[in-house]
Nanobody, 123 residues
Framework: QVQLVESGGGLVQAGGSLRLSCASS?????????MGWFRQAPGKEREFVAA????????YYADSVKGRFTISRDNAKNTVYLQMNSLRPEDKAVYYC???????????????WGQGTQVTVSS
């Protein structure tokens, strides 16, 4: 069983930055799990934000965040990050990290999900 705990959300002005963290339990995290970030705004469907392969060599981003957000992972710390720069009011959402064994995907077909962390961007 893998447990994921997000942190780092909060309130920031437009143009500002936040770094989200997702800490994972489980000793096999570094060698087995692809990681993803998703978000859900009020009244909207959950959407893909970013994903990274098990090795870290492949990264994928939604067009809406490309060039502004960066996903990274520190396997020694069992943690994945989402650096968010140049934040916009439309980035406001609850952000979730997710993990799955095997190949990375940009779909929501992840096995494990965190509880989410709120990001609010004021204009």
């Amino acid at each position: 069983q893998v447990q994921l705990v997000e942190s780092g959300g909060g309130l920031v002005q437009a143009g500002g930055s936040l770094r989200l963290s997702c800490a994972s339990s489980g000793r096999t995290f570094s060698s087995s799990y692809a990681m993803g970030w998703f978000r859900q705004a009020p009244g909207k469907e959950r959407e893909f934000v970013a994903a990274q392969s098990v090795s870290g060599g492949s990264k994928y981003y939604a067009d809406s965040v490309k060039g502004r957000f960066t996903i990274s992972r520190d396997n020694a710390k069992n943690t994945v990050y989402l650096q968010m720069n140049s934040l916009r009011p439309e980035d406001k959402a609850v952000y979730y990290c997710a993990a799955k064994r095997g190949a990375v995907t940009t779909t929501s077909k992840y096995e494990y999900w965190g509880q989410g962390t709120q990001v609010t961007v004021s204009s």
